[in-house]
T-cell receptor, first 113, second 114 residues
């Protein structure tokens, strides 16, 4: 375990479903991120939260809705997704001002059917 | 201008050989260049990182070479081992710290044959 825990590890959902991805870190980090990893594409930054405030929304469709209730938890709420949204969704955290790099979770493998 | 271009897409090396992965960037404001290693079923893990004020950084068998004028940096894995088989990502960010937007390369799938 890296210190960043993501649940569930795998998720299959229909296009009309609503589901949520959860990320939890107890590293004392104060910045959290959602990345999308698709085959043969660079990791795409989706959202950045710093000190529980959203500071970046990288032109992500509104069917993805993030929530950061506190510095240890990050959610990604999903609704009416498309098959092209199938990917590995990675959560990461870091300490603002530090140079230790991101710590990633193991990801949630999402399949939209 | 925010892109980081990584090559090759895949690399096959014999055990004991040297693996070299290259990255190029355009944004001269980038000042933090990490490399991440990702095994199947896991998230990327920080391997080694460099700032532009040094030309080389070595940690064990892993070395980053940095050429500021050419806007290129590379990862060298000496004495490559089968356990090094993974996907490697270069990345870059502005601000010199781990906070902020990391822009990733497309990744290189490294296979080390025994």
């Amino acid at each position: 375990e890296t210190g960043v825990t993501q649940t569930p590890r795998h998720l299959v959902m229909g296009m009309t479903n609503k589901k949520s991805l959860k990320c939890e870190q107890h590293l004392g980090h104060n910045a959290m991120y959602w990345y999308k990893q698709s085959a043969k594409k660079p990791l795409e930054l989706m959202f950045v939260y710093s000190l529980e405030e959203r500071v970046e929304n990288n032109s992500v469709p509104s069917r993805f809705s993030p929530e950061c209730p506190n510095s240890s938890h990050l959610f990604l709420h999903l609704h009416t997704l498309q098959p092209e949204d199938s990917a590995l969704y990675l959560c990461a955290s870091s300490l603002q001002g530090a140079v230790s790099g991101y710590t990633f979770g193991s990801g949630t493998r999402l399949t939209v059917v | 201008q925010q892109q980081v271009k990584q090559s090759p897409q895949s690399l096959i090396v014999q055990k004991g050989g040297i693996s070299i992965i290259n990255c190029a960037y355009e944004n001269t404001a980038f000042d933090y260049f990490p490399w991440y290693q990702q095994f199947p079923g896991k998230g990327p893990a920080l391997l080694i990182a460099i700032r532009p004020d040094v030309s080389e950084k070595k940690e064990g068998r892993f070395t980053i070479s940095f050429n500021k004028s050419a806007k290129q940096f590379s990862l060298h894995i000496m004495d490559s081992q089968p356990g090094d088989s993974a996907t490697y990502f270069c990345a870059a960010s502005v601000g010199g710290t781990s906070y902020g937007k990391l822009t990733f390369g497309q990744g290189t799938i490294l296979t080390v044959h025994p």
